[in-house]
């Protein structure tokens, strides 16, 4: 599986909003999660949101939800964008984003777990 790749991190003042994006590959054989996460410096890895790229059933953890959303274009090829739309941005916020993918069934949830293969991250910075 190919490593994906965010892209949209940068620099935002407190209230302000920016769009990750994440490029994968499809896994050939299965549906698949893709999983939004992020560390902060001196933190543990946190996982913030999810979608079944299937089913495109939504998950997201507590510290984001009604904040952020997360969504996948429509595009019917062997790569999907996944998008990770962040509003309301926090200085708690800052730190290294990365997307991860897994294969997954058709039936099965996402959650914070069982990600295979990662991104290299980009940086988000929210100035207070």
């Known amino acids: 599986q190919v490593q994906p790749v965010e892209s949209g991190g940068g620099s935002a003042p407190a209230g302000g909003s920016l769009r990750l994006s994440c490029t994968a590959s499809?896994?050939?054989?299965?549906?698949?999660?893709l999983g939004w996460f992020r560390q902060a410096p001196a933190k543990e890895r946190e996982w913030v949101a999810a979608i079944h790229m299937g089913r495109r059933q939504l998950y997201y953890a507590d510290s984001v939800k009604g904040r952020f959303t997360t969504s996948r274009d429509n595009a019917e090829t062997t790569v999907y964008v996944a998008y990770l739309q962040m509003n309301d941005l926090r200085p708690e916020d800052t730190a290294m984003y990365y997307c991860?993918?897994?294969?997954?069934?058709?039936?099965?949830?996402?959650?914070?777990?069982?990600?295979?293969?990662w991104g290299q991250g980009t940086q988000v910075t929210v100035s207070s």
């Open positions: 499809k896994y050939p054989d299965s549906d698949s999660c």
């Open positions: 991860a993918t897994m294969s997954q069934s058709l039936w099965e949830n996402c959650g914070s777990t069982g990600y295979s293969t």
